[in-house]
């Protein structure tokens, strides 16, 4: 009896993040994965069931496949660039070097400009007549690289991906900071004494007991690679063709300009399938560890 | 346990007065509502609202949203069956026929039959439905237009005085048209840039879809009934290539959006542009000196049999709740503010053409308006959606590739035609 | 060996100087941006502005009608944000220290939620605040905001709660306190470097949301700040100075909101077993 009261007691914790699940979150929820066995325009009163049709044509479908390959790539670059990036930026501002106050704010800067900022800016900076990287490549005497950026097949992802990357690092940065913080400083201390040099420290104690930080790190890393949507459209809306494809903009197109809602909710529950087993085989992996 | 319970149930409390203390109990209910996207345009609109107001003693309230927000805002209205009275319609037939099936907007035929011949009848059929024209909808009209446009190209002739081109006599030939770009890049100077990257790209080639198929054969092809390929689509592609090979295109035109070429074009960068009626207000904001430019109609292409019909038509219209509890007086407001004296002031003050066409004088407006006039009565009535809307999009990733080289119009055909099956 | 340690140090300065101003660059940009005139946006490209227009800043505060929408834009971001700390501070102690029944579905189910983009949820959101009667109203807003912030919230808080030494605990409730007390007095303040991680997070999407508000709201005195920056932006056309010049006003805020929660980003364990 005493267990139940106790487990009770526990459960209130919990009860008002269950209230605002159940009341904004399981509708929508329950119609997404209602309509994903629907062909339905999102307007009109005709939806016509159609089992699983939605998700066999997903597979079957060239775009959307190339969209989710792009997701991986930009994921897979975030999760090496921009995040070593940041975590390096984040032991060296926690390690008190000179400025370090000046620069937690700055390094933020980037995520906190709107969508219309970042995008002018680096719609600026790639533009293949005026822009600013090929106006450097002229000053270096480099100008056989110049390109059009993001109308170039060849260099359009990796474009977007690095404007976006840009954006990104301050986000995991603090993140990344607040994990430094966790770490005791005694840790340090003792085995400064047993004599370790930085890079033992570096590690022997600062990655593993990083290990949680990098796990939500990375899984919200993934997360926004594939749900990236806001700096992809200024820039280029997903082309040359269909180059700069991402899953979150192939949802919102089918959903609003190809009026294909019902096969949109499909590709979100696909995606959110997919990031469900990344993210699970993350966490797992860490407590293996 | 109590002690938990009571903190809780404390900090639950405070929140909830938190919250009650911050809801407003909302403004006095307003007459009319129109919901609309016309930013720069909303002093204009309350200007006018308020005029009427004093003239009639009812209240029209404009409500701006922007771009994404009404859309949204439309189709979440319009599940909640919230609509307000009236708003300016987002996109054509397509976009609207799904909204008329649904039953949110209202068949204005029987409220207009006695004032709608004011505005030019290839106008009105932009947003009329008939019995044949592929749209499952009650034969009817569904919009009242406010300003109308249209899309021809425009050039700078300081630039082409530069490349040795007589600045007053445009291209009025496709060779010609040719020619004047090879001059210009020999001279130096980017000859052509318009907006690839999004649907500005479609609109400069459907002067010559229609050149090349005829109204028939194209919208035969759009609706799946022919093959783009049987309809001899590929031939309007390779205007494209002839533009590609003589160099005509500035870099970056492929993923360009229409402002950016604007901008070129405003600032003397590109000499030629495909661009609408109201860039002229464009280029005044983005550069007032820049006044020597002008407009030409597509240049004709012999090898085409049709006549070339230019993108344009209806630019802003109302549409009005099939459930307003104010239908008629909605439409009275609606039929005031497209009448002459409200257009002319209209047309004034936002630079773009009035759809009531008793209004147009072209000499208070600036030559090049009165140009851009002329072009209204070349301007196509009807364009049939597509059968498979992913069409659409490999058209425009098409002409993308095909001017970057990367694909041949055959190609792009080809898979046009795979996805209008 | 001195020579050495100076070079990498100064490697190690370059390479955060050189970051530094990359994040600068738009920040000046847009300052820059928004004291030119009209047609200069257009025509001068360089950082320095011809003429200082400070009177875009009025005419921006002015025409965007910020004295509203500012108003407006604090109080739902306060409310959001206050909502989102508490309820999923609670949650996720529970989910890291507590035993309930249904426990790891009710986490998956959370973490669920953070995974699935939904195409246009605010439709059927909006069809509920309908039917709630809450359409049209503040809370009507606020409560789906609080809503979607709690899925990441609580996944960040849970792991940086599981971290907390165990020992912490297990000696505050044999001097006597209860489960609440521990959360108060013990997780929460040890968890301040993660709290304001997220009070940062929320804070900033809260702030810039625009797409529930518009299709949330029908009277235009309850609207955000976002909403004011649409009126530069013209169908056709956009004033950027006059954009630049709100986006500069609307920015400020939030970077006040990281300068005051950023240094709550500090050790907070400074002797795990010590104590």
Not at chain 2, 360 to 366: A, N, Q, S, V
């Amino acid at each position: 009896m005493r267990k139940f009261i106790d487990k009770i007691e526990n459960f209130i914790f919990v009860i008002p993040a269950l209230a605002f699940f159940i009341t904004f979150s399981i509708y929508p929820l329950f119609k997404t994965l209602q309509m994903s066995f629907y062909q339905w325009d999102g307007i009109t009163k005709n939806m016509i069931f159609v089992g699983f049709k939605n998700y066999i044509d997903a597979f079957k479908d060239p775009v959307w496949l190339k969209s989710i390959k792009n997701g991986f790539i930009l994921s897979f670059l975030a999760l090496i660039f921009m995040n070593s990036i940041a975590f390096l930026l984040a032991i060296l501002v926690n390690s008190g070097i000179k400025g370090a106050k000046f620069y937690r704010v700055i390094f933020y800067i980037p995520p906190i400009l709107s969508g219309i900022v970042v995008g002018y800016i680096w719609k600026w900076i790639y533009d293949p007549n005026f822009g600013i990287l090929n106006g450097l490549l002229d000053i270096l005497n480099l100008s056989h690289f110049k390109r059009a950026w993001l109308s170039d097949v060849n260099t359009a992802l990796i474009s977007v991906s690095i404007a976006s990357m840009w954006q990104g690092v301050g986000g995991s940065f603090i993140l990344f900071l607040a994990g430094l913080q966790s770490i005791p400083e005694d840790l340090f201390e003792a085995s400064r004494v047993d004599g370790a040099t930085f890079w033992q420290q570096f590690f022997y104690i600062t990655i593993p007991l990083m290990s949680r930080t990098l796990m939500i790190v990375s899984i919200l890393t993934i997360l926004g690679a594939m749900q990236l949507l806001t700096i992809v459209i200024p820039l280029t809306n997903g082309g040359p063709g269909f180059e700069t494809e991402v899953p979150a903009l192939r949802i919102y197109k089918e959903a609003f300009s190809s009026y294909k809602f019902g096969y949109a909710t499909a590709l979100s529950v696909l995606l959110g399938i997919m990031l469900f087993i990344i993210s699970l085989v993350q966490i797992k992996l860490r407590k293996v560890d | 346990m109590r002690r938990l319970l009571g903190k809780i149930l404390g900090i639950v409390l405070v929140l909830t007065i938190v919250l009650v203390l911050s809801v407003s109990y909302g403004k006095e209910t307003v007459k009319i509502t129109i919901w609309h996207y016309l930013n720069d345009r909303d002093k204009l609109l309350k200007t006018l609202a308020a005029q009427y107001y004093l003239k009639t003693g009812v209240r029209v309230e404009f409500q701006l949203y922007s771009g994404d927000q009404m859309g949204a805002k439309i189709r979440a209205a319009a599940q909640a069956r919230t609509l307000p009275d009236a708003w300016t319609g987002v996109g054509l037939k397509g976009d609207l026929s799904r909204l008329a099936q649904a039953g949110n907007i209202l068949n204005l035929t029987p409220y207009i039959k006695d004032w709608v011949s004011r505005f030019p009848e290839n106008i009105v059929a932009q947003v009329t439905f008939t019995k044949d024209d592929g749209f499952n909808v009650e034969p009817g009209t569904y919009g009242i237009p406010l300003d109308v446009n249209n899309m021809q190209f425009l050039y700078n002739k300081d630039l082409f005085k530069k490349a040795g081109l007589d600045p007053n006599k445009p291209p009025k030939t496709w060779n010609e048209f040719i020619e004047y770009g090879k001059k210009l890049k020999a001279a130096g100077i980017l000859p052509f840039a318009t907006g690839f990257g999004t649907w500005a790209g479609l609109t400069m080639i459907q002067p010559y879809e229609f050149a090349y198929l005829g109204e028939e054969k194209l919208n035969a092809a759009r609706m799946g009934k022919i093959t783009f390929k049987d309809a001899g689509y590929v031939k309007v592609l390779n205007l494209l290539v002839e533009m590609r090979d003589a160099g005509m295109f500035a870099p970056g035109t492929a993923t360009m959006d229409l402002p950016t070429a604007e901008q070129m074009f405003a600032n003397g960068q590109i000499a030629m542009i495909f661009d609408g009626s109201w860039a002229i207000g464009v280029f005044k904001m983005m550069n007032p000196n820049f006044k020597n430019y002008f407009v030409f109609f597509p240049p004709k292409d012999e090898r085409a049999s049709y006549q070339a019909l230019i993108p344009g038509g209806i630019g802003a219209y109302f549409v009005v709740n099939k459930d307003s509890k104010y239908i008629k007086e909605t439409i009275e407001f609606i039929k005031w503010l497209t009448d002459v004296p409200q257009q002319a002031k209209y047309a004034k003050e936002s630079f773009n053409l009035p759809a009531n066409k008793n209004t147009i004088d072209p000499r208070t407006l600036g030559p090049q308006i009165a140009e851009f006039v002329k072009g209204m009565d070349r301007v196509y009535s009807y364009l049939a959606p597509y059968k498979n809307p992913r069409t659409e999009e490999i058209l425009i990733k098409g002409m993308q590739l095909i001017i970057l080289g990367q694909k041949t119009p055959e190609d792009v055909v080809k898979e046009m035609d795979e996805a209008n099956k | 060996m001195t020579k050495k340690i100076k070079f990498s140090r100064i490697l190690i300065h370059l390479f955060l100087i050189s970051y530094a101003i990359t994040c600068l660059f738009p920040l000046l940009w847009m300052i820059s941006t928004s004291l030119k005139s009209t047609s200069e946006v257009y025509t001068n490209k360089s950082l320095i502005p011809q003429s200082l227009n400070f009177e875009n800043y009025i005419k921006a505060w002015t025409e965007g009608n910020f004295s509203i929408y500012f108003t407006n834009s604090v109080i739902y971001t306060i409310s959001i944000v206050l909502g989102i700390v508490v309820v999923s501070t609670l949650a996720a102690y529970a989910f890291a220290r507590l035993n309930f029944p249904f426990k790891n579905i009710i986490y998956y189910a959370f973490l669920m939620m953070m995974l699935i983009p939904i195409p246009g949820a605010f439709v059927p959101l909006y069809v509920l605040l309908v039917k709630l009667g809450i359409q049209n109203t503040r809370i009507g807003y606020i409560l789906p905001m609080i809503n979607s912030g709690l899925s990441v919230s609580i996944f960040i808080l849970k792991e940086f709660f599981e971290q907390i030494p165990k020992e912490l605990e297990e000696s505050a409730v044999i001097d006597g306190c209860g489960k609440f007390q521990v959360y108060y007095r013990i997780m929460f303040p040890l968890a301040l470097p993660a709290i304001s991680t997220i009070v940062i997070f929320n804070a900033l999407s809260a702030w810039n949301e625009y797409i529930l508000a518009a299709v949330n709201f029908t009277d235009p005195n309850k609207m955000p700040v976002q909403q004011g920056l649409f009126i530069f932006q013209g169908q056709y056309f956009t004033r950027y100075e006059l954009l630049m010049a709100a986006t500069t006003i609307t920015t400020l805020p939030i970077i006040m909101i990281y300068l005051s929660m950023q240094k709550y980003i500090v050790r907070s364990l400074t002797g795990a077993i010590k104590g």
